[in-house]
């Protein structure tokens, strides 16, 4: 057997809890035939049986929700309500897909200058491999699954190293709701045998959820064999506050959306930038919220605790970051103090007077760090949110809808909000820009990227 690659090792205690081996070759191979031949048999089964299929899918996520959410709490140590509700909402994704699928799939009719019939077709195009991360061990499997369920696609699925129990668990859920063996097949891979089944004919796509480092991995061993990628990678989103009659609110809100799952988000609001008239009364208001908070159990959720970061090296890197803009002479108001090890906590901070000659500037954060920056203008506003190689989402928010529509109509993101934080939903479309990858997630365009746009005509 190989060596064990797969690991649960509780961030919370640095204790390594549960130890699997890697696949072998000959299970990588076993993969790709059973993903191939039951191809050649769920393409043809009716879309509204597999969304029947589908909805049980979902229905086992909701039913199990509490014994996911200790999974997910114990391999990466997000808070125990944040990953029971990770759990629920992987069955409104799947239900929406189960839903709104068939009409999303059905074959659209086009105008015909030549007298005869023009049909697009969605047809599936066959097996596809899935690398899911770590940091949301169930929704990020959910979002790729569900809609290349729907279409007649056949799926092996590479999950993070950390989080093998999830990667069983949503295996269990599929098998006892009826979806046929070979249909999706989790596999313990390794980083070589990834390559090799990129590269086999039967595969027809990659979608991958990770950073920009594995992401150019991934897109350019995809683009040598001629593969289709879907690549959702890092960000580093604006979170923009152009006027606020409510300064203690708006802060609680990027507060909130910032520290959700300790930092760990691709989407989160790395970045606030907030006029200069109301900037130290922001910053107070976060650094109250930044102050006094202790290291917790994130199974407990005790008030005025916060939870760990997913590994020792993940907040070891943070701190580095961090450390690097204090020492070029950025303010730290509250946090940023890494415990001691084998553990990965890292106290919540808040930091300001980042500039660009320190890597907070232009480097993602991952993890709970709110970076403040102040502007005296709509331009300048602009013009920071867009200084930046990522492109995921941003938002806009102001007391006058149309002044902050016209600044989010410039931001250079696949994701744009005006006085929201994010659009969260099953039916909201997912993904980036420049560095932060292509290709879309979750709502309609989650059905229209391995697909098979196929020209159907009928001459008179």
């Known amino acids: 057997m190989s060596a064990p690659t797969y690991k649960v090792l509780n961030p919370a205690t640095g204790e390594v809890v549960e130890e699997f081996d890697a696949a072998t070759d000959e299970q990588v191979e076993q993969a790709l035939a059973a993903a191939q031949t039951a191809y050649e048999s769920w393409q043809d089964v009716d879309i509204n049986e597999r969304a029947k299929i589908a909805s049980k899918v979902g229905a086992l996520f909701a039913e199990r929700a509490a014994e996911l959410g200790k999974i997910m709490t114990t391999e990466m140590g997000k808070p125990l309500s944040e ?69 007649g696609n056949t799926i092996i699925l590479k999950h993070a190293e950390s989080c093998p129990r999830s990667a069983l668990a949503i295996q269990e859920i599929m098998d006892e709701a009826g979806v ?70 708006i802060a609680e809100t990027a507060w909130g959306f910032r520290i959700d799952n300790t930092g760990q988000a691709c989407n989160s609001n790395k970045r606030m930038i907030v006029m200069e008239d109301i900037f130290d009364d922001f910053v107070a208001e976060l650094t109250q919220r930044a102050s006094g908070l202790k290291a917790g159990d994130p199974m407990k959720e005790e008030e005025g605790t916060f939870a760990p970061m997913s590994s020792r090296k993940a907040a070891e890197d943070l701190h580095a970051q961090v450390q690097d803009a204090v020492s070029k002479g ?84 696949g994701m744009t909000n005006v006085n929201a934080a994010s659009a969260e939903g099953a039916e909201m479309p997912f993904g980036g820009v420049k560095r932060s990858g292509f290709g879309r997630e979750l709502g309609p365009l989650g059905m229209d990227e391995f697909v098979n746009k ?5 001459g008179e």
């Open 83 to 151: 990953a029971v509700g990770e759990a629920e909402f992987c069955q409104e994704i799947f239900e929406y897909f189960a839903t709104e699928g068939p009409a999303l799939a059905a074959d659209q009719e086009i105008k015909s200058f030549s007298g005869g019939k023009a049909i697009v077709q969605k047809r599936p195009v066959g097996p596809l491999l899935g690398i899911m991360p770590w940091n949301f061990p169930l929704y990020q499997v959910a979002r790729f699954a569900a809609p290349n369920l729907m279409l």
């Open 180 to 249: 046929p063996a070979g249909v999706y097949n989790n596999l313990f891979a390794t980083h070589d045998q990834i390559s090799t089944i990129i590269a086999d004919p039967r595969i027809q796509g990659v979608s991958l959820t990770g950073s920009e480092r594995a992401g150019a991995i991934i897109g350019e061993q995809a683009g040598r064999n001629l593969k289709k990628a879907v690549l959702e990678l890092g960000g580093s989103d604006p979170f923009v506050v152009l006027d606020s009659d409510d300064v203690a609110g």
């Open 330 to 413: 950025a303010t730290l108001h509250a946090g940023g103090v890494l415990h001691d090890g084998p553990s990965a906590y890292y106290s919540p901070a808040v930091l300001s007077g980042v500039t660009k000659d320190m890597r907070a500037y232009y480097e993602e954060l991952f993890g709970p760090v709110a970076v403040v920056y102040k502007v005296s203008s709509d331009e300048e506003a602009t013009e920071l949110a867009n200084d930046t190689i990522y492109g995921l989402g941003g938002s806009v928010h102001s007391t006058d809808v149309e002044r902050a529509s016209k600044v989010a109509q410039k931001l250079q993101s």
């Open 454 to 458: 196929r020209l159907f005509y009928v």
